[in-house]
T-cell receptor, first 117, second 110 residues
Framework: GAVVSQHPSRVICKSGTSVKIECRSL??????MFWYRQFPKKSLMLMAT?????????EQGVEKDKFLINHASLTLSTLTVTSAHPEDSSFYIC?????????????FGSGTRLTVV | LAKTTQPISMDSYEGQEVNITCSHN???????ITWYQQFPSQGPRFIIQ???TKVTNEVASLFIPADRKSSTLSLPRVSLSDTAVYYC???????????FGKGTRLHILP
């Protein structure tokens, strides 16, 4: 089936540094990918829509200068958390919609646990 | 995007059939109903999708009445490993963004 690979699965960084999270579609091309964040015991919150070859579309309240998204190819989108602070600690998840030939809805990565210390 | 309402939590026992109902009163004509399952510290996993009547796969069944204003996810003979959060989503498909509701936290007891 369609697979989305997310890396790293967990990362600890110091406050003020930047962290990059990768999201790859392994067996399909994805012109659109989505980035979510999730706090403990809460639902997923959509942060932005990543569009291949163009700028990302951010949801209201999400700082585009803090959460940099790059979708340089049809199989890779990256989320960079810049100047991370402890309040950015969260679970980040990406997703993509496989095209024809794959049954089902969206495919999600396994998530990245970011801890800022 | 149609708003969905689900029970916040449910408890059941191993071996039982579990039915989780989702209300989506303002579902649009071109909207599909999709259910996802999420375990702690993992991304959501697709369970089942339907448009009307009944859909069944190896994991679950999805019942959708004629007015499509609600849907019921049915999990047969649950086990402890079915303890997870289940999300009902309604949307037109394609590459449209999907917005998650609060989901239903299902707890299976031995």
């Amino acid at each position: 089936g369609a697979v989305v690979s997310q890396h790293p699965s967990r990362v600890i960084c110091k406050s003020g540094t930047s962290v990059k999270i990768e999201c790859r579609s392994l067996d399909f091309q994805a012109t659109t990918m989505f980035w979510y964040r999730q706090f403990p015991k809460k639902s997923l919150m959509l942060m932005a829509t990543s569009n291949e070859g163009s700028k990302a579309t951010y949801e209201q309240g999400v700082e585009k200068d803090k959460f940099l998204i790059n979708h340089a190819s049809l199989t890779l989108s990256t989320l960079t958390v810049t100047s991370a602070h402890p309040e950015d600690s969260s679970f980040y998840i990406c997703s993509a919609k496989p095209g024809q030939g794959f049954a089902g809805g969206y495919t999600f990565g396994s998530g990245t646990r970011l801890t800022v210390v | 995007l149609a708003k969905t309402t689900q029970p916040i939590s449910m408890d059941s026992y191993e071996g039982q059939e579990v039915n989780i109902t989702c209300s989506h009163n303002n579902i649009a004509t071109n909207d599909y109903i999709t259910w996802y399952q999420q375990f702690p510290s993992q991304g959501p996993r697709f369970i089942i999708q339907g448009y009307k009547t009944k859909v069944t796969n190896e994991v679950a069944s999805l019942f959708i009445p004629a007015d499509r204003k609600s849907s019921t996810l049915s999990l047969p003979r649950v086990s402890l490993s079915d303890t997870a959060v289940y999300y009902c989503l309604v949307g037109p498909g394609g590459d449209d963004k999907i917005i998650f509701g609060k989901g239903t936290r299902l707890h299976i007891l031995p």
